[in-house]
């Protein structure tokens, strides 16, 4: 025998108390009731203008000698009836059915987000047909108190929110600049609009500024979405409330990562949304895009789905959302190839920016080798050189640990810093780039060091004062590292791929030097001298070690 068993709440305080522990932090607290504000402003939004009939502005005051917070705007206001529906109509707000509208409101839940930081809430309201009134909603009480108000909405309409007795801790960590920070963020498409959101404390104020992606230099990805077929079920929805992609791949890393959005309020980063990681997990490319610092933008869903309760996700909605979800991954490799390009070009603009600091340091040890063979040839010696000594010495994870000992050119045990070229002459030049002739044009002088991708049996070459490095060696490949990301993953500079260079180079610069200056050393010195000019090389690359390559370029600064 079945029978209907009634769902009580015994204590309807309690729970909306534990409900509003999903909001998280107060400066996500704060971004609820900004939200009702712009929600409020929809009443006057002109479609086809978009903006609205009027300047709108809201204002935030952070007043910490009183531990409270007030929202204030000049948007359409509520009467009475509204105001009491905060208290007694929740989950039955008459936002809720305003179908294609910008509103985001629909749960009845906003109004009680302070409850998990603050102790009370009041809202003074005040609509152009009726008086100013006033709302106290304290957490630990069944009941609000509704009653006329004093007359302190400046505007004709509007509504100021303060939430009071929030906790001391939390405000103080709240700073009016991660503030700002998180609303850009948060309404960031609908800041774009006529509308001023100031935030105010003790000794600040700052003006929330719309994001503008067309100020960066990179390769715009824009498409829309007008349908998705879910199950068979092909569901056409009209221009005007097509989902939009609107993408850009950067020149330069941007911290700015693809957002998913409802009606113009951030939900969460891409992969912060649960629906959409796993979602990606399973059906997505085998590289994580969504996430490289390389793309940035936003995919906004309009009102085609509709937020969770703490509108950190989308509802599921008998499979639509994994349909609308099919339909955006139908882009990604679009955005792959994309991406893939621009870090191909980082990648050759990464090798020649070290090919030039590597070039640096074969200076730098060049100078020293021939101070130290001028020395010799004072004395009558010229069957080997004396340049600094370095002891080896290896880690626990098998890479060199190198330090300088002695005094004089080039010895410190200080971090290496980058030198410049030396002084650039006539003449023919030595392999540090120097002679005894007169300034002349720069990188004529020297030995020049350079990357080609290109598969070779050699690991590097010389010719006409370059050594070439093939960087589709396997030994060369071999020892790069990369960063987390798969196929888009960026190379970093590993202590093998150190080893490796330091050795390839050794062998050809020693080639030419000997060469050039005519000494036939013994094997054994030959050996020793390969060795030690090894260590000094690697030496000057270890504040390369583990950094990504296009960072190469900050490290030389």
């Not at 200080?414 to 030595?430: A, F, L, S």
């Amino acid at each position: 025998m079945k029978r209907d068993i009634p769902i009580q709440i015994n204590n309807h305080t309690e729970l909306l108390n534990l409900i509003s522990q999903g909001y998280g932090s107060l400066s996500r607290t704060v971004m609820e009731y900004i939200d009702n504000s712009f929600d409020s402003a929809d009443e006057f939004f002109e479609n086809t203008q978009q903006k609205y009939s009027r300047d709108v502005y809201i204002i935030l005051e952070l007043d910490r000698s009183r531990n409270s917070i007030s929202i204030t705007d000049n948007c359409v206001g509520m009467d009475s009836d509204t105001l009491a529906r905060l208290a007694n109509k929740i989950n039955d707000s008459v936002k809720k059915n305003k179908k294609g509208s910008w509103v985001n409101g629909q749960f009845g839940l906003g109004a009680h987000a302070f409850r998990l930081f603050a102790t009370n809430l009041t809202v003074i309201s005040k609509r152009s047909d009726t008086p100013e009134y006033v709302i106290s909603i304290h957490k630990e009480d069944d009941s609000a108190k509704l009653s006329d108000s004093y007359n302190s909405i400046v505007e004709d309409t509007g509504t100021k929110v303060t939430l009071n007795n929030i906790d001391k801790n939390q405000l103080k960590t709240l700073s009016t600049a991660d503030l700002k920070n998180d609303i850009e963020i948060h309404f960031e498409s609908l800041l774009n609009r006529n509308v001023q959101i100031v935030i105010k404390d003790d000794v600040n104020e700052v003006v929330c500024e719309p994001y503008n992606y067309d100020d960066i230099e990179g390769i715009p990805i824009k498409k829309t979405i007008t349908q998705w077929n879910n199950n068979g079920t092909i569901t056409n929805i009209p221009e005007n409330n097509a989902i939009e992609i609107n993408l850009k791949i950067c020149k330069q890393p941007n911290n700015r990562p693809v957002y998913l959005s409802g009606i113009g309020r951030k939900i969460g980063n891409a992969l912060d949304v649960k629906s959409f990681k796993n979602f990606v997990n399973n059906y997505g490319h085998k590289s994580n895009i969504w996430y490289n610092p390389l793309i940035t933008g936003y995919i906004e869903m309009k009102d085609n789905l509709r937020p969770v309760v703490h509108r950190d996700d989308f509802e599921p909605h008998n499979g639509k959302r994994s349909a609308v979800y099919t339909e955006v991954l139908k882009f990604e490799d679009e955005i792959f190839a994309a991406i893939q390009k621009e870090m191909q070009n980082k990648t050759d603009e990464g090798m020649k920016t070290l090919g030039d600091a590597l070039t640096d340091m074969l200076t730098k040890l060049a100078n020293e080798d021939n101070l130290a063979l001028r020395k010799l040839e004072e004395t009558g010696n010229k069957t080997q050189t004396e340049a600094p000594q370095v002891p080896f010495s290896e880690s626990e994870d098998g890479s060199s640990i190198f330090t300088v000992e002695g005094s004089g050119e080039g010895q410190t045990d200080n971090p290496i810093e980058q030198p410049g070229r030396p002084e650039d002459v006539t003449g023919n030049p030595d392999l540090d780039g120097t002679s005894l002739g007169t300034p002349a044009q720069p990188k004529k002088q020297g030995m020049q060091i350079e990357f080609m991708a290109m598969a070779n049996e050699e690991r590097a070459t010389y010719s006409d004062g370059i050594i070439y490095i093939f960087t589709d060696h396997p030994d060369f490949q071999a020892r790069t590292g990369r960063t987390h990301g798969g196929e888009l993953s960026s190379m970093k500079i590993t202590a093998r791929l150190a080893n490796y260079l330091a050795a390839v180079i050794s062998s050809k610069y020693k080639e030419q030097f000997y060469q050039r200056k005519k000494i036939n050393p013994d094997r054994d010195r030959v050996l020793d001298e390969q060795i030690n000019f090894i260590f000094r090389f690697e030496n000057l690359m270890q504040g390369f070690i583990d950094q990504r390559l296009d960072k190469i370029g900050d490290i030389t600064k």
